[in-house]
């Protein structure tokens, strides 16, 4: 009798086991843009790097899980996402009042203003605005007073601009009509432009800027303009979720506070941009 | 599907058909008259004017046209300081200049193929004929050689121009806002990216079937040795009615 207890026991703690095991083992499929340095991006060898992919592996361990990052074209990550080739993005992707319309969002796990990227010798390194930061979305009078300031010397110039972002959003609101307005596939290839003296400036993520700057090419351009957040440039990043994944972004949503309350966003954020651009309060 | 929003879109995705357009026939026209130098060249039986011509085609159409516009736009643009002292920057400052560069080379590449397959299909005893009449040199091609050239090459061509007009999608990767850059554009707003894209398809569609209607045209025109003789007999049958 007692051989058979001993029996059932180990195969009913072989079988919780293996519960554990299988539970350990589910998979979430994580797509990134691998395109934006430093945030995240194909280094030497064809591997994902940067922030996010960091960040990425640190949330899936505290959820338990398994991860596979992959790499999506920006222009067609959402549409991927809603039509489940993966289960979420961590690709730089600002939440934003338009794109929760078709996906939910967990987080932001960051929160970093834009800014433009102009040649030291450009008369537009003398942008007003220069080393404030505003928030469009709690003071918004003050926001567009510097954002007004700051375009009077953009009249006439060429602005590059990522297309499907939150910066082609505010270029579409705000410099239409002063400055003309191009759009990229990639930053890679709006920095390659501006390298090339086909367009005046840049205006992007200010991290996105500081890795272009880091850059030994880029030595002779600075990043000026006020710091802006909020608004229509969205309430910081966050993990792109399909609707109804309740489940999944509960658990993103715990891991993302745990990460940011124990200091590891900032670490990261140290790490690959230079300043902390964890979320505030 | 939702049919308001795609009559949205498609309204939207006209605003980029005059691009569209014009990047089609600019370097349809200019690839043409490349194309047509490169199988003078092809066929002039010299060396030194074969082998290029060769060389050229062997390149541009064995290389992706991505690969070229891209190479093109973004490759030339880090030899600006270079570009600058021949004065050959301004030129390719514009992205557009830079497109109708790239679709010009790729098409003239294979237009030059046909049009020397056109050339090479002129039946030898017309040309035998026509020096019997005393035609040679110039006016031979003119007359003879040029009008059954054209008339044999224009049902491949009409192809090569249907792709042309579908190869300017690829502008949209250095800026250029012509359909597909504007449907991208629209998808990144939306994120409706089946209907959007069946809207731009349609368009496509509809431009290629004008334009293939018109080269029917032409190929009529151009063969009325293949037509029927204008019959008589309707009238008869009318009057038994």
């Not at chain 2, 599907?1 to 939207?12: I, N």
């Not at chain 2, 643009?77 to 790729?106: D, S």
Request: glycine share 10%; proline share 4%; charged share 20%.
């Amino acid at each position: 009798m007692k051989f058979v207890k001993t029996v059932g026991l180990a195969l009913l703690g072989s079988a919780l086991a293996m519960g554990a095991a299988s539970a350990q083992e589910k998979t979430i499929k994580i797509a990134t843009e691998g395109a934006y340095a430093p945030w995240n991006f194909t280094g030497a060898g064809g591997k994902l790097e940067g922030f996010e992919i960091d960040l990425a592996n640190d949330l899936c361990a505290r959820m338990k899980v398994k991860c596979e990052i992959v790499a999506q074209d920006w222009d067609g990550i959402i549409p991927a996402l809603t039509a489940k080739k993966y289960d979420a993005i961590m690709a730089g992707m600002s939440i934003t009042d338009e794109r929760k319309k078709t996906i939910d969002f967990a987080g932001p796990y960051v929160n970093g203003p834009n800014g433009y990227m102009v040649a030291k010798s450009s008369p537009l390194a003398k942008m007003a605005g220069t080393g404030q930061a505003y928030n469009l979305g709690t003071q918004q009078a003050a926001a567009e007073k510097a954002i007004e300031a700051s375009k009077e010397i953009l009249k006439g110039k060429t602005v590059g601009v990522q297309g499907s972002t939150i910066h082609a959003n505010f270029a579409d609101k705000y410099l239409k009509g002063t400055a003309e307005i191009r759009e990229y596939k990639t930053t890679e290839q709006h920095d390659l432009d501006l390298a090339a003296g086909r367009i005046d400036a840049v205006l992007a993520d200010s991290t996105a800027i500081m890795g272009t700057l880091d850059k030994p090419e880029f030595k002779d351009y600075v990043m000026v303009g006020p710091s802006i957040t909020g608004g229509l440039l969205g309430a910081g990043v966050g993990v792109g979720l399909r609707k109804g994944d309740d489940e999944l972004k509960k658990s993103f949503n715990e891991a993302i506070k745990a990460a940011i309350q124990d200091g590891t966003v900032k670490t990261l954020s140290m790490k690959w941009f230079k300043v902390d651009i964890s979320p505030k309060g | 599907m939702d049919f308001a929003f795609m009559r949205d879109t498609f309204l939207t995705l006209m605003g980029g058909v005059p691009l569209t357009l014009n990047l089609s026939f600019t370097s349809v026209a200019l690839g043409a008259v490349l194309a047509m130098l490169l199988a003078l060249m092809r066929m002039s039986r010299i060396k030194v004017l074969d082998w290029p011509a060769q060389g050229y085609v062997f390149v541009f159409r064995g290389t992706p046209l991505l690969v070229q516009i891209f190479l093109i736009y973004y490759g030339l643009g880090q030899f600006r300081p270079t570009l600058q002292a021949w004065g050959l920057w301004t030129f390719f400052r514009e992205p557009y200049w830079c497109a109708v560069l790239a679709l010009t080379l790729n098409t003239a590449a294979y237009a030059s193929e046909i049009i020397r397959g056109g050339l090479q299909s002129v039946p030898h005893n017309q040309v035998e004929a026509a020096r019997a009449c005393g035609m040679s040199g110039f006016l031979l091609f003119r007359r003879i050689v040029f009008p059954i050239a054209v008339r044999q090459a224009l049902p491949a061509y009409g192809s090569e121009i249907i792709l042309m007009v579908k190869a300017t999608s690829l502008a949209s990767i250095i800026t250029m806002m012509e359909v597909t850059g504007l449907a991208a554009k629209l998808i990144s707003q939306t994120f409706r990216a089946v209907e959007v894209f069946i809207v731009a398809g349609l368009i496509y569609l509809i431009l290629n079937f004008i334009i293939t209607r018109i080269i029917m045209a032409i190929e009529w025109w151009l063969s009325p040795h293949l037509r029927r003789p204008p019959a008589i007999e309707p009238r008869l049958e009318a009057a038994h009615v």
